[in-house]
Each structure stands twice: as structure tokens, then as C-alpha cells.
């Protein structure tokens, strides 16, 4: 199995632009998580799904970020419009209940 | 809400030495499982150990092991015969259990992290 897949690897855009991350999780996992992490902050999960279904998005720092989950082997994460304090690498991470397994993460960088 | 503690941000030990990083957790679950993941400097999150609460034998893998004290509240790991290779942030994570229900059921709350350095 490839793991699980993220692009881009890295993103460079201008405050007020569109970011959209992917992420191809493992087959067969049934959960799928968004985190972000920075050196100030940590990591910080933004959202998960379980069977596709959003669980729990409260991590989602405002109503600029959405994520969905249209099918079992595909999710995106977008933030419109972007700012600097977006700045951040972005893991998706996919598992069953007793393990999770990250994706290589999206450097992003909102100048 | 379950709460990770990583209290030492920074460990350094030699190469062929053994060290520990502390970790501790609250929880009022009786059940749940915690994990040690490794952070190199690529920053690939790689899954180190897991244990299952309702498990008293301590987690091994190969140098790999934990100290899990369950009244304490205590999941220590440890590496023995360290390699250079090990030099990375190390995260501590508990995830509760799978009857949990709710928003609490399959996410990790992680700790802050130590940095390991591996002196040759």
C-alpha cells in the first residue's frame, strides 16, 4: 500500500487566494483526519469523518476552512480566502479505531 | 476532556545509550489507547508503539518499549541502544475508546512533543 497521499507537497500562494488540499487516505480505513500543526500551536486536529460522515469539525478554526469527504478514497480540505496565519503544514491522517497512520503533510505558505 | 503532558521538551542521550520520555495523561475512561509517534526532521509522523489500557503487559517493539502505568496515569517510552536514526520529535497520543461514542471517539489528543538528539 502507497500510505497515505497528500498534494500538493507544498503550496505557496498570496493572502485572499483559494488553498485546496488533497488527500487519498489507505484503503479500507474508515477514518480520516485533517490536522495542521505549528510551531506555536502544536498539533491541532481540524476535523475527522468516520464512513465518509463529518464527526467532529470544532478544530475547524473558522468559516473559512471546509472540508469533505465525497467518497471513501478522497478528501479536501480548502481555506477561502487564505491568510498568513494560515501558514502551517496540513496532515491528513487515516486509520480503524486503534491506529491512525499520517500522510507526509502539505507545507503551507500564505504570503 | 483528555488532557496529553509532555513535560521534558528536550532530551539528548548517546548513541548506544538507553533513554526515557515521560509522558502523562487525564482521563476518567477506563479504556482507551495511547500511542508514541516519531516526527524526524522530514516530518513524516511514523506510529512508533501503540498499547491497549485494558492490556497490562507493556508494548515492545524491537528497542522500542513502554513503561504504562495505569493508575499513575503514566506512558513512558523507552529507546534502547539509540541510533542516530532516532533523533526526532517524539509525540505521546491517547485516543478513547471505540464505545465511547460522541465527538470523542477516534481522535487523537496528542502532547506538545519532546526533541530527541542523539549525540554520536
Known amino acids: 500500500d502507497a500510505g497515505v497521499i497528500q498534494s500538493p507537497r507544498h503550496e505557496v500562494t498570496e493572502m485572499g487566494q483559494e488553498v485546496t488540499l488533497r488527500c487519498k487516505p489507505i484503503?479500507?480505513?474508515?477514518?480520516l483526519f485533517w490536522y495542521r500543526q505549528t510551531m506555536m500551536r502544536g498539533l491541532e486536529l481540524l476535523i475527522y469523518f468516520n464512513n465518509n460522515v463529518p464527526i467532529d469539525d470544532s478544530g475547524m478554526p473558522e468559516d473559512r476552512f471546509s472540508a469533505k469527504m465525497p467518497n471513501a478514497s478522497f478528501s479536501t480540505l480548502k481555506i477561502q480566502p487564505s491568510e498568513p496565519r494560515d501558514s502551517a503544514v496540513y496532515f491528513c491522517?487515516?486509520?480503524?479505531?486503534?491506529?491512525?497512520?499520517f500522510g507526509p503533510g502539505t507545507r503551507l505558505t500564505v504570503l | 476532556a483528555q488532557t496529553v503532558t509532555q513535560s521534558q521538551p528536550e532530551m539528548s542521550v548517546q548513541e548506544a545509550e538507553t533513554v526515557t520520555l515521560s509522558c502523562t495523561y487525564d482521563t476518567s475512561e477506563s479504556d482507551y489507547y495511547l500511542f508514541w509517534y516519531k516526527q524526524p526532521p522530514s516530518r513524516q509522523m511514523i506510529l512508533v508503539i501503540r498499547q491497549e489500557a485494558y492490556k497490562q503487559q507493556n508494548a515492545t517493539e524491537n528497542r522500542f518499549s513502554v513503561n504504562f502505568q495505569k493508575a499513575a496515569k503514566s506512558f513512558s517510552l523507552k529507546i534502547s541502544d539509540s541510533q542516530l536514526g532516532d533523533a526526532a520529535m517524539y509525540f505521546c497520543a491517547y485516543r478513547s475508546p471505540p464505545n465511547a461514542g460522541g465527538t470523542s471517539y477516534g481522535k487523537l489528543t496528542f502532547g506538545q512533543g519532546t526533541i530527541l538528539t542523539v549525540h554520536p
Open positions: 484503503s479500507g480505513h474508515d477514518y
Open positions: 491522517a487515516s486509520g480503524l479505531y486503534n491506529e491512525q497512520f
